[in-house]
């Protein structure tokens, strides 16, 4: 038998091109088994906990809360999910969230606002001006019009003084963020980064580290996060192709495939200003989600370093093929990953033993390589999945399907097996007399989330060819 690889695969398009298949709805995980060196297994399904006044617009966990703007409300979450609406806080799409020893800030629709555990108010010095995204550091908010720096006063957030404005000039680009480093900050531009340091003085209190300098920058305020000591982005340099990369050091490193970066050119670049980057951290990997306005693709650093190779994958909270994925805003808190629905007002969490989000059904499916035998073609007698099965939710039925492609453009109908009834966990997941090939072949899998899985290896019984 032999092992077929199952991280990424390949398919082809109509241009002609050969293209990679990254796992949707399973995220591979490396790890030795002594069956293989890494693994797929179902990603997480998300279970409701409640309804909220409003879609999720970010979260953030603070003195041991979570909290949530939903619609134009800010609102606490308990750990048994009870919602309490604290205050207005305007409307708009996605916001900035980021605390103090003293304050929750929420950087909403153009406008500052500020709650102490008690009192949500809003900051209306006239001097702070539009505020595009604020973080903290060393005592000071931070913010950012598109054109300066702003800084609150040391002891008053609800104060600015117009002679403390900063600004980075290293290139004419607009600002489009504020993100602390550990205890730096970095003025994301549209086609620039730079960093600055806190020296203190009567004006404004941050210098620009020399050299530290990247001349890439993000396309919008949320398309940012921190991510394995470092900055991801989605952005580019002028006269550049906009790809994802990660800025460190004063250099960056991109992270984005070849089928990345062709994902992304399908979108313009208004509608790539409005993508959210967050990172989910847990179980030895470290995830940056890249939401986009029709899709969610996941990059696992860690698993990259493991494996020597770029590990991504795709979420869906579709049953039959891509579509959004309704899970955003993760926040890590009473011990559980709580996220909110990008269609509805609900919240909830991420669930391991159940793959279904918000209680329907998704789709998984992943493509191998090609199979190919030096153009001499082989009879391929049968495919084997080892897996770990058996979980099959009550009252369902689930089956596993393959097909297969001698082109990678016209792929042939599924042939299902039935995973048999839950805490079957020996049944052999097996296909026989699948016929040959003159050139090359793709196999594809398909499931759903009426049993969650882990696919552990495929293996092949092939006999080449003479000729």
Not at 45 to 74: F, H, K, Q
Not at 194 to 218: H, K, L, M, W, Y
Request: net charge negative.
């Amino acid at each position: 038998m032999t092992q077929i690889p199952i991280i990424s695969g390949i398919y082809a398009d109509t241009t002609p091109d050969y293209r990679s298949s990254y796992p949707r709805n399973l995220v591979p995980v490396p790890k030795v088994t002594g069956i293989s060196d890494g693994y797929l297994r179902s990603a997480d399904g998300i279970v409701a906990d409640g309804t909220g006044p409003g879609n999720t617009r970010g979260g953030i966990e603070w003195n041991g809360v979570c909290y949530r703007v939903m619609g134009s409300r800010l609102v606490s979450i308990a750990e048994d999910g009870a919602i309490t609406v604290i205050g207005g806080v305007g409307v708009g799409d996605t916001v900035s969230m980021t605390y103090s020893f003293d304050h929750l800030a929420i950087a909403s629709g153009g406008e500052l606002w500020l709650y102490d555990g008690t009192t949500l108010a809003q900051n209306v010095d006239p001097d702070l001006g539009t505020v595009l995204d604020v973080e903290w550091v060393d005592g000071y908010f931070m913010t950012t019009d598109g054109e300066n720096l702003v800084v609150t006063e040391l002891g008053d957030p609800f104060a600015v003084n117009p002679l403390k404005y900063g600004s980075s000039e290293v290139d004419p680009d607009p600002v489009v963020s504020v993100v602390r480093l550990r205890r730096e900050v970095y003025a994301i531009n549209r086609y620039s980064i730079e960093t600055f340091s806190n020296v203190g003085g009567d004006f404004f209190p941050f210098q620009v580290i020399g050299g530290a300098q990247v001349f890439r920058g993000a396309v919008g305020t949320h398309a940012v996060t921190t991510f394995l000591d470092g900055i991801a982005f989605i952005g580019s340099g002028r006269n550049e192709a906009i790809a994802i990369y990660i800025a460190l050091g004063g250099t960056t490193q991109k992270i984005s495939t070849r089928e990345i970066d062709d994902m992304l050119e399908k979108y313009t670049e208004a509608q790539l200003a409005t993508a959210v980057l967050e990172v989910k951290a847990d179980d030895g990997q470290m995830i940056l989600y890249v939401h986009l306005p029709n899709e969610t693709w996941c990059f696992d650093g860690l698993g990259t370093q493991a494996l020597g190779q770029p590990i991504w994958f795709e979420l869906s909270s579709s049953a039959d093929g891509v579509a959004e994925y309704r899970g955003i805003h993760h926040v890590r808190v009473y011990n559980k990953w709580l996220v909110g629905d990008t269609s509805t007002g609900a919240i909830g969490h991420l669930d391991r033993t159940v793959s279904t989000h918000w209680g329907n059904a998704v789709a998984w499916e992943f493509t191998t390589p090609v199979i190919y035998n030096e153009g001499r073609g082989m009879i391929i007698h049968a495919i084997e999945m080892q897996a770990l099965n058996g979980s099959v939710l009550f009252g369902k039925i689930a089956k596993v399907g393959h097909s297969f492609s001698n082109d990678g453009v016209s792929w042939s109908p599924p042939r299902y097996i039935d995973l048999g009834a839950r805490g079957g966990r020996t049944k052999i997941i097996k296909w026989t007399r699948l016929g040959m090939f003159r050139q090359q072949r793709m196999l594809r899998f398909s499931g759903d989330s009426n049993a969650p899985i882990s696919i552990a290896r495929i293996e092949a019984e092939l006999e080449p060819l003479a000729w």
